[in-house]
């Protein structure tokens, strides 16, 4: 994608570009988050424990990584609902951003809880990728950092 011409002194454009490049990395590991959130397959695992017996717990068979979880927070400024939740405490975003999965899991919507991640990375990659085709004053992207 051919990013439109920052406005800004030489100083703010070259800071812009480096934030810029940072979050198009982040961009790609959200990508790759979805598609390893869209692999439903589950497996059984046996979990030992000495006192109480062996148990078996149903897992994904792939799952995603502190880097992934890295790449949202990042990206979050383009998170759609991520505007006005910024200055809610933590724990009122974080219940708002997983509440709708938890209801739907509690309903018995299979895979509900990864369903809403895919839905919210994918909102979130949309708008950064909106953003890039059309932010073209460098302070914007010193503001997102």
């Known amino acids: 994608m051919k990013l439109p011409k920052l406005t800004g002194s030489e100083k703010q454009i070259t800071w812009a570009e480096d934030i810029i490049s940072e979050r198009k990395e982040m961009a790609n590991r959200l990508e790759e988050a979805i598609k390893i959130l ?8 046996i979990v030992k424990d ?18 992934h979880d890295m790449a949202f927070s990042i990206l979050r400024s383009w998170w759609p609902d991520g505007g006005p939740q910024k200055d809610l405490p933590a724990g009122t975003r974080e219940a708002r951003l997983w509440g709708k999965s938890l209801d ?13 991640r895919i ?6 990659l949309e708008n950064f990728r909106q953003a890039l085709a059309t932010e073209t004053d460098a302070r914007y992207w010193i503001d997102q950092r």
């Open 50 to 67: 000495p006192i109480f017996g062996d148990s078996t717990r149903t897992c994904y068979t792939h799952e995603t990584g502190v880097e």
């Open 119 to 124: 839905e919210i990375y994918t909102a979130t």
């Open 38 to 45: 869209s692999d439903m397959s589950q497996h059984e695992e």
């Open 104 to 116: 739907d899991e509690a309903a018995g919507i299979p895979h509900a809880a990864r369903k809403r």
